[in-house]
């Protein structure tokens, strides 16, 4: 199959799994639907970033891509309640640990609230059409080859960072962000040969992603003051935080794993 033809294909899927999380986070807003709908979003931003620029640039594509990264960025803040509220419940009777979830859960309630207009703004959207003729194979292998090249230069610039300091939480997210960016290009054209960076990238955005979790909670305990009232459960992150940075020290031999990659075709 072509690449013009993976890419429709692709873009077809990634609209239709879109709308129908959509619909099923507008009929129950779940921490699992949540979930969902960002990955969608995140697959489907991947993919326009692929196109090339005189489709991207278009004015309904870029409408549709501005009303997604909304979306996306309102449900930020409802899921690290959830992941918050997953880590914390039930680990603590203090009466100051109560009133937090509580509180967090109004907080919920309240973005979750904004997002569902988000939603609803997207779905009247539609997506955009995208024409095979409109696009060009050699256009769109030198695009999604810049993209992987870019993310590889900014893994390998930041993990000397993070390995040598893992307090480092922003580059540490980042560096998800980018693994996950990474990850969902390479899959739009799997070959064998970006297939083990394709699964590393995977790994490391398991990983960091759980990492992050526990960053968030820590986070929340700090500016509600509840450092000492959740200090056996932010013990208990911090022990598994440790083992998880380990995991990713031991696999992150940038110079052996990753190397340019040549997306197949």
């Known amino acids: 199959m072509s690449k013009i033809l993976q890419l429709l294909k692709s873009y077809r899927k990634a609209n239709t799994e879109l709308f129908s999380r ?23 931003e991947a993919i326009i970033d692929v196109l090339p620029k005189g489709v991207r640039k278009r004015k309904k594509v870029k409408a549709y891509l ?14 690290d309640i ?4 997953q880590n914390v419940q039930g680990h603590s009777n203090s009466p100051k640990v109560l009133v937090a979830i509580s509180t967090i859960q109004l907080e919920r309630n309240q973005q979750v609230s904004n997002s569902l207009q988000l939603a609803e703004s997207v779905r009247k959207m539609k997506s955009p059409k995208i024409r095979k003729s409109a696009l060009s194979s050699k256009e769109i292998s030198k695009r999604s080859d810049k993209i992987v090249q870019k993310l590889l230069a900014k893994l ?49 955005q398991s990983l960091l992603g759980a990492i992050r979790d526990i ?11 509840l450092l000492e009232d959740l200090e056996e459960v932010l013990m208990s992150l911090r022990i598994s935080r440790d083992k998880m940075l380990g995991t990713f020290r031991s696999t992150a031999k940038l110079e052996e794993q990753i190397v340019p990659a040549k997306l197949g075709g």
């Open 215 to 225: 960053d968030i909670t820590q986070q929340f305990a700090e500016e509600k003051g």
């Open 82 to 85: 959830d992941v918050v509220y």
């Open 156 to 204: 390998q610039e930041e993990l000397p960072v993070v390995i040598g300091d893992f307090r480092r939480i922003r580059e540490l997210h980042d560096m998800r962000k980018e693994c996950k960016k990474l990850r969902y290009t390479l899959e739009l054209f799997p070959s064998e040969d970006n297939a083990r960076l394709t699964g590393l990238m995977k790994d490391w």
């Open 22 to 44: 959509l619909e099923k986070f507008q009929n129950n807003p779940t921490p699992n639907e949540v979930h969902d709908l960002r990955t969608s979003l995140r697959r489907l």
């Open 66 to 79: 501005s009303a997604c990264r909304k979306l996306f960025r309102s449900t930020t803040a409802v899921r």
